[in-house]
């Protein structure tokens, strides 16, 4: 048997294994959660409501995943993973990147707001001041 064929062996193996029930109700239970904690959060105006569909997509598909077996397999072997785990930290860091990059985007676009609007104040100050100075 070649160290290839070994590879292979031990890789349908990893994915053969079953899942523990206990993982999978801990995910459903924390996708369950998630969705209570963003309605709050919404409910409290603590969360934005443009980003309350994002979150409610996350605990569905966590609680997909976790539920639809043969969909979290499909998606291991698609990516060449070696174990199912592996592929749901493959996609949440995948998630966590873009959620990194969208923020990059929005504090991008915050500060050169930030930098016209106080170019802006000072102009706006300096004819206060030169009004005030000038006699009447």
Not at 23 to 33: E, G, H, I, P, Q
Not at 45 to 54: F, N, W
């Amino acid at each position: 048997m070649t160290p290839e064929q070994r590879l292979a062996d031990l890789r349908e193996l990893f994915l053969a294994a079953p899942e523990s029930t206990a993982t999978r109700v801990l995910a459903v239970m924390l996708s369950l959660a998630l969705v209570a904690i963003v309605l709050r959060l919404v409910r409290r105006r603590t969360l934005r409501e443009e980003y309350t569909p994002i979150w409610l997509l996350v605990a569905v598909a966590i609680a997909l995943v976790s539920t639809v077996e043969p969909l979290l397999d499909a998606l291991t072997r698609a990516i060449g993973a070696w174990t199912p785990s592996s592929a749901l930290f493959f996609f949440g860091q995948i998630f966590l990147v873009a959620i990194c990059l969208n923020y990059a985007v929005r504090l991008s676009q915050l500060t050169l707001q930030v930098k016209n609007l106080t170019q802006e104040l000072a102009v706006l100050r300096s004819v206060v001041e030169r009004e005030e100075a000038s006699p009447r």
